[in-house]
């Protein structure tokens, strides 16, 4: 099924229709050519409004990788400068819980698969990294708690200080928040194109359809007109 091919179908359909002039005359107003050539309008609208918002979908994810890229690293990095500042065991430690959660677990493999694996394929074995970048961003913001109350903590560099992290903070929370607000643009959309294609009175499924009929019932079955509009093809998706 294609939404895309089935507004081609019903522009090639209402261009059809338009050329039967006069003889086209249904006593509906939505199958009549003037609210059809509409109705194709407002299908092109929508479809443009679904491409918009699936654009700003992928800007919205792909910032959001490349906000988040090295961040492991970086709560690591937050880890050792703790440590080396001489917090307590049990400050070092809390940080360390949520650093955990930030980098995953290791592979589960059983243990004669490892044995039976090349060298080569044991250093391959990596972490299971958490793709919830809400829990992530949660995690780091609590290791960033932490650190930020930990007097001893007192790095040089701009980006490692508290004021720094927190910022980090603040940036992971704003590319989480983006993408969730474009992804409700995206299903709003895709709603609004879905109602107009299949499903409010009048849709253009529904209208493709009849105007197929009325063609068939005026000209005949096996008219050339009736032949003509019968190859084009139209698919509803089950909802």
Sequence with gaps: MSHVKNVQAFGKLTGICTGYGGQYNPGKQNLQVNAMATLMTKAQQAMVGVNEAQSLYDIATNNRVTGFRGLRKLSSSVIALLKMSGAHELTINDALTNNRKIWGTRKAVRKANVEIMADEEKR?????????????????????????????????EPYMTVEG???????????????????IGL???????????????????????AAKLYVRGIYGYQSSQHLEVKALRFTKPRF
Excluded at 136 to 145: G, H, M, R
Excluded at 165 to 183: F, M, P, R, S, Y
Excluded at 192 to 200: A, C, H
């Design 187 to 209: 299903k709003q959309a895709k709603r609004n194109r879905d109602e107009l294609y299949y499903k409010i009175e009048g849709n253009l499924f529904e209208t493709a359809v």
């Design 124 to 156: 391959k074995l990596t972490f299971l990294y958490n793709m919830d970048y809400a829990s992530i961003a949660n995690y780091f913001a609590k290791v960033v708690e932490t650190v930020s109350k930990e007097p001893l903590y007192q790095p040089n």
């Design 165 to 183: 992290l927190q910022k980090k903070v603040e940036e992971l929370h704003g590319l989480n928040k983006a993408v969730t607000d474009a992804e």
